[in-house]
């Protein structure tokens, strides 16, 4: 379990963990797991659905815990809201992360509702000075209280504010480098982005610092045709396997996962995708792009 104490997060360790290539761990796909032991490096659980004090999702996850690692995945910190940190909700994650020993816990940068009201979507936020100061000293309080760095999602976006002063980019740069935590890289999400919002997806992936980029989610999404929507209903389109492959040549090997969320197939559909991941990073190992 990756432990770090605040003295020590200047120095980030020369090497990111490695995981392999993961999938999201889903209801539908306990009892295959359980039976078929399907060839997964790990699994990424959805935090929410298991702050509960029993039933059947922690026996499931107990049982799948035995033999894969994990790592959690919560949408509920509401790291960027102006409402006070939810010190019970980040109780139960430290205690669900207890039970599990999960390789690392990751959120959202985003903001999910205001005066407790939660809206239940991962809203962006304005790129600004004042945003980045709110954003870095609110994860150090949630880094202390767990005991350990967060990662940190980029979240699709679909409107821009006017008050903006930062690029997507140099904002999320700025607030991680300020407040030392690491970043878990959605792909899918910077290619939705720079269709909705006319930018080239490698300035935002070139500009990312490589060394805090601890995980990658692939996804599929909705094209509208004059705009895209994360949707975690598709596979993962071609345009974001290219760049998935370009941002592997930029940044090294990172661990992986595919991302489905609706529209659940089997997981033998699911190991088909993930063995293209697998596939691109051995083609960029081989001809030493990496």
């Not at 980030?12 to 032991?37: D, K, T, V």
């Not at 894969?68 to 790291?79: A, L």
């Not at 139960?92 to 239940?120: F, M, Y």
């Not at 690491?182 to 070139?206: C, G, Q, R």
């Amino acid at each position: 379990m990756l432990f770090f104490i605040f003295p020590l997060m200047n120095n980030l360790p020369s090497e990111r963990l490695q995981l392999g290539f993961g999938l999201g761990l889903r209801p539908e796909h306990y009892e295959a797991i359980l039976s078929a032991s399907p060839q997964v490096d790990w699994f990424e659980i959805l935090t929410e659905n298991y702050l509960v004090p029993g039933g059947k999702p922690l026996y499931y996850l107990d049982k799948i815990r035995e033999h894969y690692p994990m790592v959690m995945h919560g949408v509920s910190m509401s790291i960027g809201s102006c409402d006070p940190l939810d010190w019970d909700y980040l109780k139960s994650v430290r205690e669900l992360a207890k039970r599990i020993e999960p390789e690392w816990i990751s959120d959202h940068l985003c903001w999910t509702g205001v005066n407790q009201k939660n809206v239940h979507d991962l809203l962006p936020l304005p790129y600004t000075e004042e945003a980045i100061d709110h954003l870095v000293d609110r994860i150090r309080q949630v880094q202390d209280f767990l005991g350990q760095r967060i990662l940190l999602e980029n979240v699709s976006s679909y409107l821009t504010y006017k008050h903006s002063a930062l690029t997507e980019w140099d904002f999320l740069v700025e607030v991680c480098e300020r407040a030392d935590c690491l970043l878990l890289l959605d792909v899918n999400n910077v290619y939705v982005s720079s269709v909705n919002h006319e930018f080239n997806p490698m300035t935002y992936i070139n500009a990312l610092p490589a060394k805090r980029i601890y995980q990658i989610h692939l996804a599929g999404h909705d094209d509208m045709q004059s705009y895209i929507i994360d949707s975690h209903d598709h596979d993962v389109c071609d345009a974001v396997w290219d760049l998935y492959a370009a941002t592997i040549k930029q940044i090294g090997q990172v661990s992986t996962m595919i991302e489905r969320d609706d529209d659940i197939p089997a997981y033998e559909v699911l190991l088909k995708e993930l063995q293209r991941a697998r596939h691109i990073n051995q083609l960029i190992l081989r001809d030493g792009a990496a």
